[in-house]
């Protein structure tokens, strides 16, 4: 039996892990299962997300612009010990998908792979990060089952219901969306199968418990890899594959990772670098830090094994720890390394000078004059924070040399902080100075408060504990 699993991140699962897709070829596998026959797992993409690649910092892209899509990163191995027949199995789940990415696509998908089985379970993107509604999303998701038979007619469907994430804050109307999205689907899926369509829905809300089956509060840790296989297996017995739904053991098979080894601290032209081995299976990694004149620690997360203090001056020493971590829970995380201590040997143009905020109908309008000093000046950055959304990231974008940029995505109504920096090539690199920080502002009405001049930033825009910036990615300032 040749199957197809679609999905996002909760299918393709991360560097390290079993996956859901693997518990059930395991269970199809079995006397409860297939028995007869082997089920081969087919579809476009090979492997689990791998971590990023290690970089400097980097600019934000140009406002406005839209970055260059990524090809699917899909190289990252699997649990160690996994069976090696599974090893090479095909999928179409990539991380970050919508499904509204993919009609279109899934037709030609199934043609070529020829599945006797396809398996989705996606939409939590589109509600939650696509700006689709509930009744959207349904349809989204119908949509697929639609050209799934079309490119195959003898196809059989499993869809899976989306996941009920623990709650985010600021997101409070995400679970009654979830909860609705679920009841329409159910309501399709019923519809299909009154008029003899060969399809089934899979409760992945019901039998997924995210509180303890994830290990962020959505992705799925050991436990819930089995819990996601365990709901699709009642929906295939339901269509007649297999005998008995999948049992979850005892022995979940939590991957334990290791504590970080080789790190080094040292200076680079934007503050501090900080490297380390990376450590297979590692979902991302803990950082510590602190100036050494300091007793409390600032925590931090990479997603890779580099990690950038940006927000020093110059001669400032910091100790620092990382940890390799698979989740959010303390029993997913190594211990801390020992401390690294190093001094900052940061570099680089000042901020803009004369920086003027004028709020106006549907945005903020920004001018500033260029830092005095021969700098040769390739880009600004502008990034903003929402004093008043709970849980609000810092947001930045790119812009030219002109001195003058309007912003229009911001919410209407909102206080918002504003820092600007400059990127310069500097001994043929091109880094950040530290930022200035502009007056605060209303977007759309009028400016929250005037200092009479723009404010360095080590004194005012960031507690300089709070200094670590994800390498690779300038646009996270906290």
């Known amino acids: 039996m040749r199957v197809l699993t679609v999905g ?11 996956t859901w897709r693997y518990r059930l070829w395991q269970w199809l596998q079995s006397s409860e299962g297939l028995s007869t026959e082997d089920a081969v ?29 990524d090809p699917p990163r899909t190289g990252g191995g699997y649990a160690v010990g996994i069976d090696h027949t599974f090893v090479h199995s095909g999928h179409f789940a990539q991380w970050g998908r919508q499904a509204g990415e993919i009609t279109g696509q899934i037709g030609d998908v199934v043609r070529k792979c020829e599945p006797d089985l396809v398996l989705v379970l996606m939409g939590f993107n589109d509600l939650a990060w696509g700006g689709a509604d509930p009744s959207e999303v349904a349809l989204r ?66 039998e997924y418990q995210c509180a303890d089956g994830a290990y962020d509060g959505l992705h799925p840790n050991a436990l819930g890899e089995w819990q996601i296989a365990m709901a699709f297996s009642q929906a295939l017995v339901d ?36 490297t380390w081995n990376p450590v297979y299976g590692s979902r991302g990694y803990d950082t510590r830090t602190r100036m050494t004149s300091q007793q409390e620690w600032s925590q931090g997360r990479v997603e890779t094994n580099r990690m950038d203090i940006t927000f020093t001056g110059s001669l400032v020493e910091w100790e620092i720890q990382v940890r390799a971590s698979r989740g959010d829970d303390e029993y997913c995380k190594s211990a801390w390394c020992p401390s690294k201590i190093t001094t900052s040997t940061r570099s680089g143009p000042p901020g803009p000078e004369n920086v003027v905020v004028e709020p106006r109908p549907g945005g903020v309008a920004v001018s500033w004059l260029p830092p005095k000093g021969d700098w040769d000046i390739k880009r600004y950055e502008i990034a903003v924070w929402d004093q008043d959304t709970a849980g609000a990231f810092i947001r930045s974008w790119s812009f030219g040399t002109a001195g003058v940029a309007f912003i229009d995505c911001l919410d209407h109504g909102k206080r918002h902080d504003i820092w600007i920096s400059t990127w310069a090539n500097v001994n043929g690199e ?18 929250a408060e005037s200092p009479s001049d723009s404010i360095d930033a080590p004194a005012s825009m960031v507690d300089p504990r709070h200094a670590t910036t994800i390498a690779g990615n300038s646009s996270e300032l906290v």
């Open 8 to 18: 996002d991140s909760i299918t393709q699962g991360a560097e390290g892990d079993h």
């Open 141 to 206: 998701l119908r949509a697929l089952i639609r050209e799934s038979l079309q490119a195959k007619t003898d196809v059989r469907v499993v869809i899976g219901t989306v996941p009920m994430r623990t709650p985010i804050p600021g997101r409070e109307e995400l679970p009654a969306q979830t909860r609705l999205t679920n009841q329409y689907l159910r309501s399709a899926v019923w519809d299909l199968r009154r008029a003899g369509v060969l399809v089934s829905i899979a409760s992945v809300d019901r």
């Open 430 to 447: 091109v880094i950040a100075g530290l930022p200035v920080q502009g007056p605060g502002f209303v977007s759309g009405c009028i400016v």
């Open 41 to 69: 797992f087919v579809g476009p993409y090979m492997g689990t997300f791998p971590p990023p690649q290690p970089r400097p910092p980097q600019p934000p892209p140009y406002y406005g612009s839209t970055p260059a899509l």
């Open 239 to 274: 269509l007649g594959i297999g005998t008995s739904p999948l049992d979850i053991p005892d022995d979940k098979e939590e991957y334990v990772v290791e504590t970080p080894g080789n790190v080094v601290a040292e200076g680079a032209p934007m503050g501090v670098k900080v």
